[in-house]
């Protein structure tokens, strides 16, 4: 008798089990975990470096870990910050895993931290798939990408817990449509918070910090239908 097995599904099974185990190691210590994800150019690493900053300037214990396929410019960039922070080079595997993250936590990832910022790949398709074991999942996307990025990517937009516009200084003369843009992203994943920010300009300036203290503090995070259609 011949048996056909889905190797998409059972990789995306064990991920999910890998990812609650550390959930909920991580939680019991008090970490929350950010993971934050965008097509490569977005401007993330700015954004999180400026975040990064503001936590330690709060008092906030924060920790970034950053995934690339090589290089380590984006952890030396945030290194700046002066919080701890761990480059993960993939060697060419396009998103983190579960297990992955965990293996590089283990022995690096000081006890007393609040705050764990994932900076996963520049990718918005593989990534989307793969949950890490997060409490905040943020999707983060460039005036400069067009209107129409969430309906393109419909499963990294339709899992998100919040959205990310970045660079919002260049709207006017990106011509970025601000109204279609949040429509698109109400069609995929209806009632998710859209918030605009700028480095630049200092535009949300907090936003990622004060979201994620708000889910470690017990505050109900937004429930993609996605995400409890595919559950």
């Given at each position: 008798m011949c048996r056909t097995v889905d190797l998409r599904q059972a990789v995306l099974a064990k991920n999910t089990m890998a990812a609650n185990i550390l959930r909920t190691e991580l939680t019991a210590r008090g970490t929350t975990v950010i993971n934050l994800l965008s097509s490569p150019g977005s401007?993330?690493?700015a954004l999180l470096e400026r975040e990064l900053l503001l936590a330690r300037e709060r008092g906030?214990?924060?920790a970034a870990l950053t995934a690339d396929l090589a290089t380590e410019n984006d952890?030396?960039?945030l290194a700046r910050s002066g919080v701890p922070v761990k480059q993960v080079l993939t060697d060419g595997l396009c998103h983190l895993e579960a297990d992955m993250l965990a293996g590089h936590l283990h022995d690096w990832l000081p006890e007393d931290t609040r705050l764990l910022f994932v900076e996963n790949v520049g990718n918005l398709v593989c990534p989307a798939s793969y949950d890490l074991g997060e409490s905040l999942r943020v999707v983060l996307a460039s005036v400069t990408e067009?209107?129409?990025k969430p309906l393109k990517y419909p499963t990294a937009f339709g899992l998100a817990n919040l959205v990310v516009v970045t660079k919002s200084d260049l709207a006017g003369p990106a011509e970025f449509d601000e109204a279609a843009f949040r429509d698109h992203v109400e069609r995929v994943n209806p009632g998710v918070e859209v918030v605009l920010?700028?480095?630049r300009s200092g535009e949300g300036a907090?936003?990622?910090v004060d979201r994620a203290l708000a889910v470690a503090e017990g505050q109900?995070?937004?429930a993609p239908v996605m995400a409890r259609t595919e559950a």
């Open positions: 401007g993330k690493t906030i214990a924060a952890a030396t960039r067009g209107e129409d920010t700028s480095v907090g936003v990622l109900a995070v937004h």
